[in-house]
C-alpha cells in the first residue's frame, strides 16, 4: 500500500492528536499543524497528498490558507468547520476545497471522505502511476521507465542529475523548490554546494526551452526558488 502523507491543521490539539491516531490505524503517514502559517510551512517542504483544514484559526486562518495553496497545487483539501450552514460550505467549495465536513463527525465518515478524495486525486493528477511512469506537461514528456525526456515528440539528452532535477519539478508541477531543497533531494546530502543547481537549470532550459530567457516551463521565483509550471 502507499504511503500516502496527510496534513491536518487545526488549533485544537485534542481534535489533531485524535484525528492523528484514527490515520495512523489506517497506515497514513500525518504531519500536524495548528495554524495556517504552519500549515504552509510543512507543505511547502513536504510532500503531502491531501489536507484536512479547519477554517478558523489564528494567525492565519484555513479559508486563507486554502486560496494561498490552490495558487501553487491542486491537492485535495477538506474543509473542517463546526459551521454547517450551506454558505459556509458554498464558500469554501468556491475558495478550491474539495470537501467540507461538520464538527463533531464520525471518524469513519471522516475516513471514506480521506479515501474517496485520495482515489479521485490520484487516478486524474498522477500520470506517472498510468501510461507506463509518464509525466507529460505541455510540450515536454518524461518516461521514468526508459529515462528519456521528449519536447514536443523529440527525444533531448539530459544527463542523470538534469534528468533528477526535471523530474523533481516534473513530479511537482507549479509547487516552488528553493535551490537548497533541490539540492538535497537529488544529492541526496546537506546543500554543500547549492551554487550547482543553478548551472544544471540554465542547460536544462537550454534544452527543452524555446528561449531559455523567456522559459516557459523551467520558472524562477525570484528570492526563493524553481518551480515547473503546468
Known amino acids: 500500500m502507499h504511503m500516502y502523507n496527510i496534513l491536518v491543521v487545526d488549533d485544537e490539539k485534542e481534535i489533531t492528536d485524535a ?14 499543524a495548528y495554524n495556517g502559517q504552519e500549515a504552509l510551512e510543512i507543505f511547502e517542504k513536504e510532500e503531502i497528498h491531501l489536507i484536512l483544514m479547519d477554517i478558523m484559526m489564528p ?17 485535495p483539501i477538506i474543509m473542517l468547520s463546526a459551521k454547517s450552514e450551506d454558505m459556509d460550505k458554498i464558500w469554501g467549495l468556491n475558495i478550491g476545497a474539495d470537501d467540507y465536513i461538520t464538527k463533531p463527525f464520525n471518524p469513519m465518515e471522516l475516513l471514506a471522505r480521506i479515501n474517496s478524495n485520495l482515489r479521485r486525486y490520484t487516478s486524474y ?11 507529460k506537461i505541455g510540450g515536454i514528456e518524461l518516461n521514468d521507465e526508459s529515462k528519456e525526456v521528449l519536447v514536443d515528440g523529440e527525444g533531448v539528452k539530459v544527463t542523470p542529475l538534469e534528468y533528477k532535477i526535471l523530474y523533481l519539478l516534473m513530479n511537482h508541477p507549479n509547487r516552488v523548490f528553493s535551490i537548497e531543497e533541490i539540492y538535497e533531494k537529488v544529492w541526496k546530502e546537506p546543500a554543500y554546494n547549492p551554487d550547482t ?8 532550459r537550454e534544452k527543452i526551452e524555446i528561449n531559455p530567457k523567456e522559459p516557459k516551463y523551467l520558472k524562477v521565483v525570484w528570492g526563493i526558488g524553481y518551480k515547473f509550471e503546468q
Do not use: C, M, P
Open 125 to 135: 493528477s498522477n500520470v506517472k502511476e498510468d501510461k507506463e511512469n509518464v509525466i
Open 197 to 204: 543547481v543553478t548551472v544544471h537549470i540554465r542547460r536544462i
Open 59 to 75: 494567525k492565519l486562518d484555513g479559508t486563507s490558507a486554502t486560496i494561498k495553496i490552490r495558487e501553487q497545487s491542486t491537492v
Open 19 to 32: 484525528i492523528e491516531v484514527y490515520l495512523k490505524n489506517q497506515n497514513y503517514h500525518v504531519f500536524k
